[in-house]
């Protein structure tokens, strides 16, 4: 949400042209980045499920080589990634709003623009 926020503030014309085309392809590729950790599951090895009766809970037990060198990598893409892209985002709707202030003549009221991001 954040980045579409830029994306609104840096180009204002075209975001009039969005359809709920763009908006379904965006929720679809969303929806597919989601699937990565199930299907990680039960491509590496599906057998390692083990259910607790006293809990009701269903755990993974991963004990794959595999997972030594997947699991880093797939919490740095999926934890990291998206985190470094909403922070960098918010900063770049800030560095719009400054520079949309000392081009007018009136201040900025910073509060507005930090209830956006």
Same mark, same amino acid.
Request: hydrophobic share 50%; proline share 3%; aromatic share 14%.
């Given at each position: &949400?954040?980045?579409?926020?830029?994306? &609104?503030?840096?180009? #204002?014309?075209?975001?009039?042209?969005?359809?709920?085309?763009?908006?379904?392809? %965006? $929720?679809?590729?969303?929806?597919?980045?989601?699937?990565?950790? #199930?299907? $990680?599951?039960?491509? +590496?090895?599906?057998?390692?499920?083990?259910?607790?009766?006293?809990?009701?809970? $269903?755990?993974?037990?991963?004990?794959?080589?595999?997972?030594?060198?997947?699991? #880093? =990598?797939?919490?740095? =893409?999926?934890?990291?990634? #998206?985190?470094? +892209?909403?922070? %960098?985002?918010?900063?770049?709707?800030?560095? +719009?709003?400054?520079?949309?202030?000392?081009?007018?003549?009136?201040?900025?009221?910073?509060?507005? %623009? &930090?209830?956006?991001?």
């Amino acid at each position: &949400m954040t980045m579409f926020k830029l994306l &609104m503030l840096k180009y #204002p014309m075209r975001s009039i042209t969005w359809n709920a085309g763009h908006a379904h392809k %965006v $929720c679809a590729g969303i929806w597919l980045i989601s699937l990565y950790w #199930p299907i $990680c599951y039960l491509l +590496v090895q599906k057998y390692d499920v083990a259910f607790d009766y006293r809990l009701y809970a $269903c755990t993974f037990q991963f004990s794959s080589n595999i997972w030594k060198v997947l699991h #880093p =990598i797939s919490s740095t =893409i999926l934890y990291l990634v #998206p985190n470094l +892209v909403i922070i %960098v985002a918010a900063v770049m709707i800030l560095v +719009v709003a400054r520079r949309v202030a000392k081009e007018s003549r009136q201040g900025l009221k910073w509060q507005g %623009v &930090m209830t956006v991001c």
